[in-house]
């Protein structure tokens, strides 16, 4: 049992102000790996304080200063990443490979992407018309708040621009995955991290959450999680008039157009949903088929997903594993369920956990054809490997399904005209469009229309997320 009860605040480990204990359980297992403590107000209280008093001198430090400390955190990530995949194992089953080839790299991309970002970034400039100068300034005190889908990932795509502009900051990750933002507390510890600078402080949304978003001595907060949450730390955080960034839901649409070379769309469609066991705010969802080739596409998404391997997250491969809870799971089963009622054609999976699994969080690999859009399964965000299809006749039909949604963070299209791609990239109400299976840098922003949030993440754009913009004339 990994015993980590302690949270970072003023640069040393420090008791919980009150102890309350939660395990961290393996959703492979179902059995606990690690304890932590939860948080309460008193600790963010102390955690605030301390990144408060340390914000006068980082906030005053040199573009070289912020970048030199960078540098030292990669090197020290790079050399415990084995560390890093086995946290992102145990806390969220994670198969091995996965973990090592796309989780544990998303934390290392953001930090070069933000170094290179700080190295050209110009924080003082002259008024377009001249007399004035504009200056960019670190806007002070940060809560972020973290999820557990991509933990490492999102706590680098937020600690990093803050740490880059010139913040002081409190971090809480997912307590129910939280040992990959402990172990990044000790390599920014390693690497000199100034004490104040950086806090993190685990707990529960009621508990620290709500008392982060809330605070009088935070200047911004920076939120990844459900559209639900969102509002929640919007509404608490609106008397104080804070910054507050939002990355959240979505039910993203892949467009799949006939001339399309349909197997290929079909099996990077079925994995771009099915990858991270379907537990990913942009996956491709919603798979709209033109229908023409959509009696086809069924047959080769039932025939993909049935090779859709589930597996032990301990073992080398490339398996899906389980989803990260029983609570879940058990949401997940509630989609399918509600697919089969209102009348969806199962084409694959269904229903329990696949054969062999009894033990852990294992979904099957699902496929729903023959759906509407204003199904339930089609409307809501599921997190967990179930594919949706939906026909269409035209194009423009295509782009009316896709935007038909509360939400706006991805979209997709699969297509052999180039032209046709462009036309209907820009049509789509979303903030990333992925064409043909292309996947962007770590420099290309990252956020969503409509209830997918406020805000962008990623290289440049993160950075000036966490900077305030100062006229200065005369």
């Not at 949270?7 to 204990?21: L, N, Q, R």
């Not at 939860?38 to 005053?60: I, P, T």
């Not at 080769?300 to 398996?319: N, R």
């Not at 991805?410 to 052999?416: E, R």
Request: net charge negative; proline share 6%.
């Amino acid at each position: 049992m990994i015993e980590k009860r302690q949270f970072y605040i003023g640069g040393s480990w420090v008791d919980p102000v009150e102890a309350k204990t939660l395990e961290v359980i393996n959703p492979a297992t179902e059995k606990p790996v690690a304890v932590i403590s939860l948080g309460s107000a008193a600790d963010v209280d102390k955690a605030v304080a301390a990144a408060k008093a340390a914000f006068a001198d980082w906030s005053e430090t040199s573009v070289e200063e912020r970048a030199a400390l960078l540098e030292r955190v990669i090197a020290i990530y790079h050399r415990r990443s084995e560390e890093m995949d086995e946290a992102i194992r145990l806390e969220m089953g994670a198969p091995r490979s996965f973990a090592r080839g796309s989780q544990t790299p998303a934390g290392s991309g953001h930090l070069e992407a933000t170094l290179e970002a700080l190295k050209h970034h110009v924080f003082e400039r002259p008024s377009p018309r001249g007399g004035s100068v504009l200056r960019h300034e670190p806007i002070g005190v940060c809560g972020l708040i973290t999820p557990w889908n991509w933990p490492i990932n999102q706590i680098a795509a937020k600690v990093a621009p803050a740490l880059a502009a010139g913040c002081t900051m409190v971090l809480k990750p997912s307590e129910i995955a939280p040992l990959s933002g402990l172990l990044f507390a000790e390599i920014l510890d390693e690497a000199g991290c100034p004490a104040g600078v950086f806090n993190l402080v685990n707990g529960d949304g009621p508990g620290v959450g709500s008392a982060m978003s809330s605070h009088p001595d935070i200047d911004m907060m920076s939120f990844t999680g459900s559209t639900r949450a969102g509002v929640a730390v919007s509404q608490n955080a609106a008397p104080t008039v804070k910054r507050v960034a939002l990355e959240l839901g979505g039910k993203s649409a892949n467009l799949l157009f006939a001339d399309a070379d349909l197997e290929t769309a079909l099996r990077t469609s079925l994995s771009g949903c099915f990858s991270n066991t379907g537990q990913s705010c942009d996956a491709p969802t919603r798979l709209l088929v033109e229908r023409s080739v959509y009696d086809e596409a069924i047959a080769l998404a039932g025939k993909i997903a049935a090779e859709t391997k589930v597996g032990d997250p301990a073992e080398e491969g490339d398996h899906i594993g389980p989803v990260i809870s029983d609570l879940q799971y058990e949401k997940i089963q509630g989609h399918i369920e509600r697919g089969l009622a209102d009348g969806a054609r199962l084409v694959a999976g269904g229903p329990g956990k696949p054969k062999g699994f009894e033990t852990g969080y294992f979904v099957q690999p699902t496929v729903f054809a023959d759906v509407t859009n204003q199904m339930s399964i089609a409307r809501n965000e599921i997190f967990g490997p179930v594919l949706v299809m939906i026909p269409f006749d035209t194009e423009e039909e295509a782009v009316a399904i896709a935007n038909d949604t509360p939400y706006g963070l991805a979209a997709y299209i699969q297509t052999g005209d180039p032209e046709r791609a462009k036309r209907v990239a820009r049509k789509l109400r979303a903030g990333s469009v992925y064409i043909n299976g292309n996947s962007p840098d770590w420099d290309v922003p990252f956020g969503g229309y409509k209830q997918s949030g406020n805000g962008r993440e990623y290289g440049e754009f993160g950075l000036e997320d966490f900077l305030e913009l100062k006229a200065i004339t005369g």
